[in-house]
């Protein structure tokens, strides 16, 4: 007669066994597997209110002093700015998690592997052959398409390679909010390449608009970033059918095109003679929004598979 | 035992195939990607000149013009725009070679520009069911606004000199900047398509 055997540990079960998407697991394994992480969610929050506060610091610092930052100065201050959300939200990770902590260079190093995929394929492959900034914005229909075929395809699939072929086989991402935290961190990464050229290519950062747009960058994409991150880690853990995964991938990837589009929308303003055009703020807004959203439909998510991990334990 | 290696190895080969399938949505997606932007690109609208009526590259503008340039529409998103005109005008019929001498014409016209270079000629090339001459040409461009920092830039074009009936002949001019040029070729080429044979 076969023993049962634990689809994580892969020992022997010698108590309870418990079934979950599919599989069997042992009673500490499952516990493993569903546990949620406080830290995730703190830092998610904390990092969403610290970046606006960050943001509404900066302009206020601006409008007071109207500091004229140029050349090497500008692309320091610059620079600086973009790292400033994925410090904040490493940093605030890595204080909430203290109980079992995931390992802190593999949470850094999935974010400098976002960042490398950021810079060698992803802007390249969207400013190279496809040059989206020369044809986005030829009609509605085009922005929509283009953002969620081109943009937001090739940021999500970036996102999601950054954790699938490094992390996700190691015994390391052992639980299901795992594909969240390492999501999130694979995004930041990427954001941060985003952010650090539009700071140098920009060659002259208004201080505002600036970091306003870098915190939008950086909360949209670690909420698209955390939702592969979550099919992810159920992709690991569950029996899902064969379409769960690129489902996941295709949802991001719409919610990341829609989301450029719409920025797009709100930040734009009529020109009159005094001025305008552009207008930042509701872009900050949104962001803040979408992340709060996203971030709190997966904490949901996460906290409601947890709640019926000990009615699998009793099957 | 062996039942549980078994579905481990059941369940590596649908990691596998999830990946793959992963893989070949995000390609899909790129090459859906890849057809929007073709549409973008390619978008035209109808513009008139004289009696016809023509495909012209959405988003220029038309600029005013004096004959023998019946239409001109400009891409007016770069210090240095592309540009497509089509002029009319009269068949030196007493000529041997009628398409040669209008080629010749328009050289001399523009002997003022700034390093102005025939590249190519082709005598015979097909456009529509008429045979025009095809003549592809550089010069050097330099922004009028002398507060403008831009450096001169090297522009690239073409002239298609078709015959139009019995007294005329057509000139269809393309200009863009040599790094534009041929990104927006295919919007010519979509105007040359319209013209009517």
Same mark, same amino acid.
């Given at each position: 007669?076969?023993?049962?055997? +634990?689809?994580? +540990?892969? =020992? ?13 697991? +042992?009673?500490? +394994?499952?516990? =493993?597997? /569903? ?12 990092? #969403? ?27 320091? #201050? ?44 992803? #802007? ?50 052992d ?11 694979a ?5 941060t390449?985003?952010?650090l ?67 797009g929308?709100? /930040?734009?303003?009529?020109? /009159? ?43 | ?46 513009c ?48 041997? =070679? ?14 003022g ?15 529509? =069911?008429?045979?025009?001459?095809? #003549? ?6 330099t ?20 015959p ?31 013209l009517?044979?």
């Open positions: 007669m076969d023993r049962v055997i +634990c689809c994580v +540990c892969e =020992k022997p079960i010698e108590g309870e066994s418990a079934q979950m998407g599919g599989r069997t697991y +042992c009673a500490g +394994c499952l516990a =493993k597997v /569903t546990r949620n992480r406080a830290g995730l969610w703190w830092a998610s929050l904390l990092g #969403v209110g610290a970046l606006i506060a960050f943001v509404a610091i900066v302009a206020g610092i601006a409008s007071a002093t109207h500091p004229i930052l140029q050349g090497l100065a500008l692309d320091v #201050v610059g620079a600086v700015l973009a790292l400033v959300p994925a410090a904040i939200w490493l940093g605030f990770f890595y204080i909430q998690d203290v109980r079992e902590p995931e390992p802190k260079g593999l949470v850094l190093s999935v974010f400098v592997l976002g960042a490398l995929l950021a810079q060698a394929v992803g #802007v390249p492959l969207v400013e190279g052959p496809f040059r989206v900034a020369d044809w986005l914005t030829a009609g509605v229909a085009y922005h929509i398409l283009g953002a969620i075929f081109v943009i937001g395809f090739t940021e999500q699939f970036l996102i999601y390679a950054a954790v699938r072929y490094s992390v996700y086989p190691l015994p390391e991402f639980e299901r909010v795992d594909g969240v935290i390492y999501g999130t961190a995004a930041l990464g990427y954001a390449v985003l952010n050229r539009f700071v140098l290519e920009s060659g002259g950062l208004d201080l505002v608009s600036g970091v306003i747009r870098i915190a939008v960058t950086a909360m949209a994409l670690a909420s698209f970033g955390g939702i592969v991150g979550y099919f992810l880690g159920r992709c690991k853990f569950e029996d899902e059918p064969a379409w769960w995964m690129p489902a996941g991938l295709a949802l991001a990837a719409i919610l990341d095109g829609l989301f450029v589009y719409f920025l929308e709100v /930040t734009t303003t009529a020109i /009159t003679l005094r001025g305008g055009g552009y207008n930042p703020w509701p872009g900050l807004l949104l962001g803040g929004g979408v992340a709060l959203v996203t971030f709190g439909v997966l904490f949901y998510l996460i906290r409601r598979l947890r709640r019926l991990a000990p009615q699998a334990l009793g099957a | 035992m062996v039942a549980q290696t078994h579905t481990q190895q059941l369940r590596a080969r649908r990691d596998r195939w999830v990946n793959w399938l992963v893989v070949a949505v995000f390609l899909v997606a790129l090459v859906i990607g890849w057809g929007v932007k073709s549409a973008a690109e390619s978008r035209a609208v109808r008139e000149a004289g009696n016809m009526v023509l495909s012209c590259p959405a988003g220029w503008v038309r600029a005013k013009v004096e004959p023998p340039v019946i239409l001109r529409v400009e891409e007016r998103v770069a210090p240095f725009r592309s540009a497509i005109s089509l002029e009319e005008r009269p068949l030196p019929k007493d000529m041997p =070679k009628p398409l040669l001498a209008v080629q010749q014409a328009l050289t001399l016209e523009r002997a520009w700034v390093a102005y270079r025939i590249l190519s000629l082709e005598e015979a090339v097909p456009v529509g =069911k008429r045979t025009a001459m095809r #003549v592809t040409f550089a010069y050097v461009e922004n009028p606004n002398p507060f403008l920092e831009t450096l001169p830039v090297v522009m690239h074009g073409e002239d298609y000199i078709l139009a009936g019995e007294d005329k002949v057509q000139v269809a001019t393309f200009v863009a900047a040599q790094e534009n040029y041929p990104l927006v070729a295919a919007r010519f080429a979509a105007f040359l398509r319209s009517p044979g």
